[in-house]
């Protein structure tokens, strides 16, 4: 097995773990991960998933084993990491807790997250360049639409990696934490999020996604329809009804 699985309340915990290739993606990995979360994706009792690394590694990027030696036609016969955007598909949210390395693949798994939650001790960087090839799990869309043209220019063209604290300034990550703290403090976030109503999280995530690919106008009506549509949910009376009698509200997920 290439990853930890832990249950934690309505937070599943997931540790890659291949430390002996600082978490290098293979496909086994890759379809490991997916076939575990995918049916978990479908649970109403599961809230978030905290998708994490070692304290060395998030991941140090695609398993360069597995692909020096293929071909061109084997890479598109394979339409190898295509499963990838399954797990960018998944919409319980999930939260990247990012030590160490995340590099090229590891960097582009961490994007395909919702949030970012990074240690103080942690490299971002999309070094493919270096390998003589290019990012190819969404790396040149993902970052330059998170962090602009500027910024992921210099980290693709360079290969450049960059801090926690320059990954913070520019928008790519969302918080940064002491690392003896990461998994304590992404867990207190994924327990926050996995405690409101389900179906207003995922059209939320759905929602903040989608600006990413459309334009404002039809955005903002993508918006509309799904704010209009959670007023057919238990949890939209049950958190508003609360609000107005100063109670806590419980959440259904109805
Ligand atoms: N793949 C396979 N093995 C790896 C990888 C990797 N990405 N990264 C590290 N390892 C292995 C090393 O080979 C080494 O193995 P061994 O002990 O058998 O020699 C072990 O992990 C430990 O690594 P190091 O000894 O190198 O550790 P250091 O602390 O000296 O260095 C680094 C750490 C800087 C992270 C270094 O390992 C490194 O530069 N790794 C490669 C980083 C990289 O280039 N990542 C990008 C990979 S390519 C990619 O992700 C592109 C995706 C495109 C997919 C396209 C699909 C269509």
Redesign the pocket.
């Known amino acids: 097995m290439r990853l930890k699985i832990e249950h934690v309340g309505r937070v599943v915990r997931v540790r890659l773990h291949r430390p002996?290739?600082?978490?290098?993606?293979?496909t086994e990995l890759m379809t490991e991960l997916v076939d575990a979360l995918t049916p978990l994706d479908r649970d109403r009792d599961v809230g978030c998933f905290v998708i994490t690394g070692s304290e060395?590694?998030f991941?140090?990027?695609?398993?360069?084993?597995?692909?020096s030696e293929k071909s061109a036609a084997d890479?598109m016969t394979e339409?190898?990491?295509?499963g990838w955007e399954d797990f960018a598909a998944l919409r319980t949210p999930k939260i990247a807790a990012v030590a160490?390395?995340a590099?090229?693949?590891?960097?582009?798994l961490a994007m395909m997250c919702d949030l970012i939650i990074a240690a103080d001790n942690s490299?971002f960087?999309?070094?493919?360049i270096?390998?003589g090839?290019?990012?190819?799990?969404g790396?040149t869309q993902r970052l330059t639409r998170l962090v602009g043209r500027a910024k992921a220019m210099d980290m693709i063209l360079t290969?450049r990696?960059i801090d926690a604290a320059e990954a913070d300034r520019i928008g790519l990550i969302s918080r940064v934490v002491p690392a003896d703290r990461l998994l304590a403090e992404a867990t207190e976030i994924a327990e926050q999020i996995a405690g409101y109503g389900k179906l207003a999280v995922m059209a939320a995530r759905d929602c903040v996604d989608r600006a990413l690919e459309t334009g404002l106008g039809d955005g903002i009506r993508y918006e509309r329809r799904a704010f209009h549509a959670l007023f057919a949910t238990d949890d939209q009376k049950e958190g508003m009804r609360a609000f107005l009698e100063k109670r806590p509200p419980t959440f259904t997920g109805e």
Do not use: H, S, W
């Not at 991941?59 to 692909?67: H, N, S």
């Open positions: 002996e290739v600082l978490n290098a993606l293979d060395r590694a991941a140090a990027g695609a398993d360069i084993t597995e692909m890479m339409d190898f990491f295509a160490g390395y590099l090229g693949g590891g960097c582009e490299k960087g999309q070094p493919e270096t390998l090839v290019i990012p190819g799990i790396g290969g990696l």
